[in-house]
């Protein structure tokens, strides 16, 4: 072993399981049942906005509903291939699976949708966060606590937003990631951010664990759904 | 317990099937021009021969072809010049568009893609 890797071995504080895994490597996919999971916070909540950011983030939604019930749906980042990004892509990746690879000093997170990669830095500080450039997944440090695994990000764009709700460049993401039964896997999120929260919103992800799957491409290569000049989804047609 | 059943709508809410009627369908008998297999959606290009007047050619939605090949289906099903008849929720612009819904291939074969909350649309004659 060479004397860098065995440094890096030695610096990642790992849990007592073989491999440094307490299970949450795997293939898993979103659950929205909390089944036998009393104690999960819905990912649905209202999140706890400001007054003003909240009244706001209302009508948003009011606008969306009536925009799908009149059969003209808003385009969403979707409609123009972009990727959900953190934390959407841990939950809302509706039915499409989710990847956990364990590494010596990473732990890499693959979304089978949009191919979305997130790569988490164990034993590594987190920068402060004028120093990292907002991106869709940022920039994300962990450490394990016991068998939790409790990941920090920063970095994040403003226009990548989960359910709509706004953002700072300041918001920092909290997670901890663990089994909760053999086979479900929780990521509960806290999401920090004063400017536009009342107090830290934290919801959980609920994964069940997809044995044997092999994850598939996404590559967004043709979508024939496009916003026209009023931000509305329409379906190109072909005619030759 | 559920999260809620709304939860369900909006966390695969990153695609909207609201630009499909849901409360009617048409039977489009026809042949495969095309068959994209390509994310975020399949589509297939019909040449309509049997249909609803004033329709002749007609771009059907598939879903991500991820969930097409979880489902069963491959791409290899489905050819062009194969002659299909295709149950499609058209788009409410009543432009020639609509969601595949079921596809029934010539030899009866019966090809469903995996439509969250398939149920939702209304099949009409």
Request: proline content about 8%; glycine content about 8%.
């Amino acid at each position: 072993m060479s004397v860098a890797l065995a440094a890096a071995l030695m610096s990642w504080p790992a849990p007592a399981q073989q491999h440094g895994d307490p299970g949450i490597g795997g293939t898993w996919e979103a659950s929205f049942a909390r089944g036998g999971n009393p104690g999960a916070r819905s990912a649905q909540a209202p999140p706890p906005l400001k007054p003003e950011l909240m009244a706001q983030w209302q009508a948003l939604q009011a606008e969306i509903r009536a925009a799908n019930e009149r059969g003209e749906p808003f385009a969403t980042a979707a409609t123009f291939c972009l990727p959900q990004g953190v934390p959407a892509m841990m939950g809302g990746g509706g039915p499409f699976p989710t990847e956990i690879l364990l590494s010596p000093g990473q732990v890499t997170i693959i979304q089978e949708a949009y191919n979305q990669v997130r790569r988490i830095y164990l034993g590594k500080a987190q920068l402060p966060i004028e120093d990292v450039e907002p991106g869709f997944y940022g920039r994300s440090v962990a450490r394990w606590e016991g068998d939790t695994l409790v990941v920090e990000t920063i970095g994040i764009k403003e226009s990548v937003r989960y359910r709509e709700v706004p953002h700072t460049l300041d918001m920092r993401i909290i997670e901890r990631i663990r089994r909760v039964e053999p086979d479900v896997l929780w990521d509960e999120v806290t999401i920090e951010d004063p400017a536009v929260l009342e107090e830290p919103w934290s919801f959980t992800f609920v994964l069940r664990r997809l044995p044997d799957y092999e994850m598939m491409e996404y590559v967004c290569e043709d979508n024939r759904e496009y916003a026209d000049s009023a931000g509305v989804t329409r379906l190109r047609i072909e005619t030759d | 317990m559920l999260i809620s059943g709304l939860g369900c709508a909006t966390a695969w809410a990153h695609h909207s099937f609201a630009i499909f009627d849901h409360s009617q369908t048409y039977t489009l008998n026809g042949t495969v021009l095309s068959f994209q297999w390509t994310n975020p959606h399949g589509y297939i290009d019909l040449d309509v021969e049997e249909g609803p007047a004033g329709i002749e050619r007609f771009s059907i939605e598939l879903t991500s072809i991820n969930m097409l090949r979880r489902s069963g289906w491959r791409s290899s099903d489905v050819k062009q010049g194969d002659h299909v008849t295709a149950i499609v929720a058209p788009l409410l612009s009543g432009e020639q568009g609509g969601l595949l819904l079921e596809l029934i291939m010539q030899d009866g074969r019966k090809l469903v893609p995996p439509v969250p909350a398939i149920d939702s649309f209304e099949r009409t004659p």
